[in-house]
């Protein structure tokens, strides 16, 4: 098959851009009403932060928000509630778009790679296509629906977005023409990376392995021409020091907070495996698979040892195949921030750290997919010749038959993946139907089934409610948020006995939690057990003397015993943290006459 005969039946780059811009709005528009979970909530919903840009201080503090190492990421969710408030259509058109837009880039890089200087002979004519079928897979792979419908996660797309950006200005810095321009936009699209998610840290490492393996010359003439880029590159570091220096994810990830770097290690074995699992079968998908526990080497002997395999095969490769060695780096490297030994308390593994990380094997598949149909195409084309010559001469042209089949394989693929994706977003229309998939997917992570009970209670399923969060108890005992949390739901159900055996177990587990002691205080009340109530109320506001809640209630307990002189200072301070209630102030200005002015 000759470059011509290829190059015919092509289709040109704008028009696969194109392509990957329908795929991406038919694969998620179905999703556009789908609600804030799970972290939305605290990082949008509940954050004030993000409620006003101007004067420039509102505007830096918006940025430095809930993840003060995201000030990027930050600054476009501050936007969209600019934009629209809590509307979330607008949330989720910005997550959309962003996915396309790095499935565009994606697109970039590999048609560049492929008709570069050290694949373009074997690739370049079928550059385009082929760069197609690895966005268009990638795009709309079920496992990147995590990060496209849970908006909180668009820091992963941003930082994908901005870290291909950065490999495809530097590989277009290799031209003549332009370099410092493309540079200056490698650099540029690397700092707002590193200010996007701490995974950027290994985008350096990427474009310089690039330049390793599919760049001419030696090491040396590489840096001689490349220096600046490199030192401009290794700057963005600083940044990321910078901002993660204050350790904005407090005591959820780092060293020395109880478990260890080995064992994050071994917990990580069969993550690895269970990533590429889902690379090849996306089912089941789960948003939360529930946090590090200690293990023991025996336990994870058989996936780990497969996880060192393919490192060692990555190793090898480098060095015999690099084209095929860069792939595997690829792989490991974005996932090693999150997935190898730093520790990370909240969860053991995620499917959104594979969003970038996928693009490895989608290309290696789709690539060598490809060199194996020409393979065994080449093997047949001369008997095929004096018809192909024919049927040329004939006016008959038909385009080759690697592109028949490889189109049809494509369209075969896209036709499964398309719908077990839309089918994903509609997990993610309700909040209960999404933890539910979490619980089917690991019945074992108690923290599934609490979420599951929490969402299960704010749509009034009380019952529901509380057998999930006996299953959680019965996983981990002393969790101490699912006592509480059944403590609220007894409370409802009006078994009060059993609401305060919970609230009570749940503050003896947390001593120093106000929202226990105040809640348990209520079902004191309740019971007409007022002087136990007064007591953890003052317990509550001793710990947290801002509780919007304790002040208000310790005021009405003494109010209703008779005591006006001690109730006036708790019914003020309620006010000042909540002054919309009405009825609070109403009596207060009334004890404050009585107290003042008594009848005689």
């Known amino acids: 098959m000759s470059t011509d005969e290829v190059r015919r039946w092509l289709p040109p780059a704008w028009l696969c851009g194109l392509i990957l811009v329908v795929l991406g709005a038919i694969t998620y528009g179905n999703n556009l009403h789908g609600p804030f979970i799970y972290d939305d909530q605290s990082t949008i919903v509940e954050n004030p932060g993000l409620r006003q840009l ?12 809930v993840h003060p190492s995201r000030p990027l990421a930050n600054l476009t969710l501050a936007l969209n509630y600019a934009w629209g408030g809590l509307e979330v259509r607008g949330y989720h058109l910005v997550n959309i778009g962003v996915h396309i837009v790095a499935s565009l880039l994606l697109f970039a890089v590999v048609r560049l790679t492929l008709r570069g ?29 995590e990060c496209v419908n849970y908006i909180t996660q668009r820091s992963e797309m941003l930082m994908a977005t901005f870290f291909l950006l950065t490999l495809y200005a530097a590989i277009r810095a290799r031209e003549p023409s332009g370099r410092m321009r493309w540079e200056l936009l490698a650099i540029g699209a690397c700092a707002a990376g590193m200010a996007t998610k701490e995974v950027m840290v290994t985008a350096p490492l990427i474009v310089v ?25 290794a700057a963005t570091w600083g940044l990321l020091a910078w901002l993660v220096g204050d350790r904005p994810h407090g005591r959820t990830a780092g060293f020395g907070l109880g478990l260890s770097p080995w064992d ?44 060192v395999a393919l490192l060692l095969v990555t190793a090898v490769a480098l060095w015999k195949r690099p084209p095929l060695g860069f792939l595997g780096a690829w792989f490991f490297l974005i996932l090693a921030p999150t997935s190898s030994i730093l ?10 750290r594979v969003y970038l990380s996928l693009a490895a094997p989608v290309v290696l598949l789709v690539v060598g997919g490809w060199r194996l149909l020409t393979k065994f195409f080449a093997r047949s084309v001369a008997p095929a010749a004096p018809r192909k010559a024919k049927a040329r001469a004939d006016g008959q042209a038909t385009p080759p038959r690697e592109l028949i089949v490889g189109g049809l394989a ?77 403590g609220l739901v007894y409370k409802d159900l009006r078994e009060l006995a059993a609401a305060e055996h919970h609230l009570r177990r749940a503050a003896e587990l947390n001593p120093g939690d106000a929202k226990a002691l105040n809640s348990l205080a209520n079902i004191c009340q309740e019971a007409s057990r007022a002087d136990d109530a007064i007591a953890l109320y003052r317990r509550a506001l001793e710990i947290e003397p801002d509780h919007p809640s304790a002040s208000l209630n310790l005021a009405i307990a003494l109010d209703r ?40």
């Open 54 to 65: 101007w004067p420039a201080d509102q505007l830096v503090a918006a940025m430095r928000t």
């Open 117 to 145: 200087e050290r694949l373009g002979e074997q690739f370049g004519a079928a550059a385009n296509p082929l760069a197609l079928a690895c966005a268009a897979i990638w795009l709309v792979h079920p496992l990147q629906s």
């Open 209 to 233: 392995l690039y330049d390793a393996v599919f760049a001419s010359g030696t090491w040396r003439q590489q840096f001689a021409g490349r220096w600046r880029l490199y030192l401009g590159l």
């Open 264 to 307: 994050y290690a071994l917990n990580q074995g069969e993550m690895v495996v269970e990533y590429l699992r889902l690379v090849f079968w996306p089912h089941p998908l789960n948003l939360d698979y529930g946090r590090a526990v200690p293990r023991e080497l025996g336990e994870v002997a058989l996936p780990g040892g497969f996880v």
């Open 343 to 352: 520790p990370i308390l909240t969860e053991v593994g995620a499917e959104r």
């Open 410 to 486: 494509l369209l075969i693929l896209l036709a499964v993946l398309v719908p077990v994706t839309r089918s994903r977003n509609r997990d993610y229309h309700d909040t209960v139907t999404i933890w539910q998939t979490a619980v089917a997917a690991r019945e074992s992570n108690p923290r599934a089934h609490r979420n599951l009970g929490f969402e299960l209670h704010n749509a009034h399923r009380l019952d529901e409610a509380a057998a999930s969060y006996r299953r959680a108890l019965a996983i981990e005992p002393a969790y101490q948020q699912v006592h509480f949390d059944l």
């Open 561 to 600: 015993q008779g005591r006006p002189a001690e109730a006036i200072p708790y019914y003020a301070r309620a006010l000042e943290i909540r002054p919309e209630l009405r009825q609070a102030r109403a009596r207060l200005e009334h004890l404050r006459r009585t107290v003042e002015s008594p009848v005689p």
